[in-house]
């Protein structure tokens, strides 16, 4: 072909329309990868807030309980898990597209900046949480293995399908106009319902009711600062951008956490006639639970009002679910994430506003009927499916195995008839 030819072939190549691909933008993909890494600092973080907080017989089993589900569902979540919670599939569960995170590439999906695998990989590390937060309701008294055998199945069969309810286009809740910013039904209204369950299908500990030291509330205090740090990517990253909203979320998730934390002090010093550290890092993740769902929808006024709600409901039902009800939920896991999430979702129904969030929509309060009846209805069906799943799901475990240590184990600790090993003191 001669010069001119191959210039007036360019020449005609450059008229023709170039297919649109959507960018990846550097500075979002930036933000959502340190995101990503926050949010799996959580999990170790958890593991020290309830390992400071039981006995020392069995603080190695309940930070180990935290770090298996590292490996047990980050592993599920690449194999099928990410494909049932956020492929097309139906109103109620994905299909197997993802399965093997096939054709979960570099490139964005369409309207997004960042890579889907980035994505992907976002979402596994709240996935990953999840599970480890029902540890609390049953810590000191279940066999490790069957923890596995329970973590895995649960979030797959719980987890899972929630997560496509709620955060897929085509799930029948998102279809309803429920919003949830970061995790408000999917993460812990799950796992607070699930957590309720467990307590109630496994039982209460050999001395439920003794006076009983905790191993050491410097974990505790330790682990509150872990995942108080790493919240800022689960509410911040859940912009998806490195953007004003991301910024209007993390100080909705500070406001709310702080004022939560001198709440529930109040509460404390109302009942007991004395503030402890304890008492204020509970209140701390009880306030990060609570504004989650709405961080990225309410303006910070509305969150200082969460949390202050926040501190004060779920000290008192953390002391009817013993006190009261007799279920032993060791840690408080349905007080502070049960609950809290449930006045996280109502929340958000009722004061949302398209003036934080123009993708958002407007709350009750704001004249938006539309969202709170949502939201109302998500409430319900995700506290409903989570409890029934749990109790079914321990009860197909407990047919593998004995879930429940026995009372000699119970006794000696679980460290010791579980793993063989001692953290000393």
Known sequence: MSLTRKLWALALLALLPTPAFAAVDSGDTAWMLTSSALVLLMTPGLAFFYGGMVRG???????????????????LWIVIGYSLAFSTG????????????AGVGQEPNEGSTIPHLLFAIYQMMFAIITPALITGAFAERVRFKQWILFCGI???????????????PGGWLAKQG??????GFVVHMSAGFSALAAAMVIGKRRDFGAAAAPFSPGYVLLGTAMLWFGWFGFNGGSALASNGLAVQAFANSFAASAMAMLFWLITDNTKDGKPTLMGACIGV??????????????????????????GVECNIVARI??????????????ACHGVGGLIGVL??????????NAAGAEGLMNGGEKLWMANVTGAIAVGAFSFLATWLILKVVGGVGPIRATDAEEQAGLDASEHGESIGH
Do not use: R
Not at 90 to 101: A, H, R, T
Not at 323 to 332: C, E, I, Q, R, T
Not at 347 to 356: D, E, F, I, R
């Open 285 to 310: 993740v009880a306030g990060l639970v609570a504004i989650t769902p709405a961080a990225g929808f309410v303006t910070i006024e509305t969150a200082l009002t969460i949390g202050a709600i926040t």
């Open 347 to 356: 929340a958000t129904g009722l004061y949302a506003t398209t003036s934080v």
């Open 321 to 334: 679910v013993k006190a009261k009800w007799g279920v032993d939920d060791s840690l408080d896991v349905f």
């Open 90 to 101: 139906s109103e109620y569960i994905g299909d197997k597209s993802f399965v093997m995170f």
């Open 154 to 168: 649960w979030s797959l069969c719980v987890y899972a399908p929630i997560a496509h309810w709620v955060w897929t």
């Open 57 to 75: 017989k069995n603080v190695i089993t309940t930070l180990y309980q935290s770090l298996i589900a590292m490996g047990v569902v980050g592993v």
């Open 178 to 183: 429920a919003l949830d910013f970061a995790g």
